[in-house]
T-cell receptor, first 114, second 110 residues
Framework: DAGVIQSPRHEVTEMGQEVTLRCKPISGHNSLFWYRQTMMRGLELLIYFNNNVPIDDSGMPEDRFSAKMPNASFSTLKIQPSEPRDSAVYFC????????????FGQGTRLTVV | GNSVTQMEGPVTLSEEAFLTINCTYTATGYPSLFWYVQYPGEGLQLLLKATKADDKGSNKGFEATYRKETTSFHLEKGSVQVSDSAVYFCALKQGNMLTFGGGTRLMVKP
């Protein structure tokens, strides 16, 4: 398996524009996580899906952020409108359901909003 | 709620020095515990894990023991290399939720 695949790797956009980040989890994994990493706040969990259903979105910063998982092999994180403070590295991770199973991370998308 | 506390970095060591990165956790019940490593420009990778009390996880010369009595999972390595320079994250898993610590940057000098 190629692992968790995220696209794009880098995104530079202007304030106010819509940004869509994409994630393909490892085949067979039924849990998917979106994280945001910044120097100031470290690694923050934004949202978690299980079997394509959002289970916990309490980490989503505000209504400008939305996430979907239309099927088991694809998820998106959308920011509309984007703001400079959204600049961060966004990671997607997937795992098998269960207490002892580890999460596998993608390479991340580095987002810069100017 | 669950939480993970790691020692603040950066930790700077000379090659072949002994490494300890402290990690303590707060959780109800019996979580699984993990150490992840992040090299520059990459995502997090699993380094080792332990799923029950007194278990020892080990990989690439790194070790950590699940200590329920002290709610700790300290990472150790007997002799670090320059290539170990990275950010290390301690994490716990309860149910299906992973909770990470703030990360500790390790810098190893030749």
């Amino acid at each position: 398996d190629a692992g968790v695949i995220q696209s794009p790797r880098h995104e530079v956009t202007e304030m106010g524009q819509e940004v869509t980040l994409r994630c393909k989890p490892i085949s067979g994994h039924n849990s998917l996580f979106w994280y945001r990493q910044t120097m100031m706040r470290g690694l923050e969990l934004l949202i978690y899906f299980n079997n394509n259903v959002p289970i916990d979105d309490s980490g989503m910063p505000e209504d400008r952020f939305s996430a979907k998982m239309p099927n088991a092999s694809f998820s998106t994180l959308k920011i509309q409108p984007s703001e400079p403070r959204d600049s961060a590295v966004y990671f997607c991770a997937s795992s098998l359901e269960g207490l002892t199973t580890e999460a596998f991370f993608g390479q991340g998308t580095r987002l810069t909003v100017v | 709620g669950n939480s993970v506390t790691q020692m603040e970095g950066p930790v700077t060591l000379s090659e072949e020095a002994f490494l300890t990165i402290n990690c303590t956790y707060t959780a109800t019940g019996y979580p699984s515990l993990f150490w992840y490593v992040q090299y520059p420009g990459e995502g997090l990778q699993l380094l080792l894990k332990a799923t029950k009390a007194d278990d020892k996880g080990s990989n690439k010369g790194f070790e950590a023991t699940y200590r329920k009595e002290t709610t700790s999972f300290h990472l150790e390595k007997g002799s670090v290399q320059v290539s170990d320079s990275a950010v290390y994250f301690c994490a716990l898993k309860q149910g299906n939720m992973l909770t990470f610590g703030g990360g500790t940057r390790l810098m190893v000098k030749p």
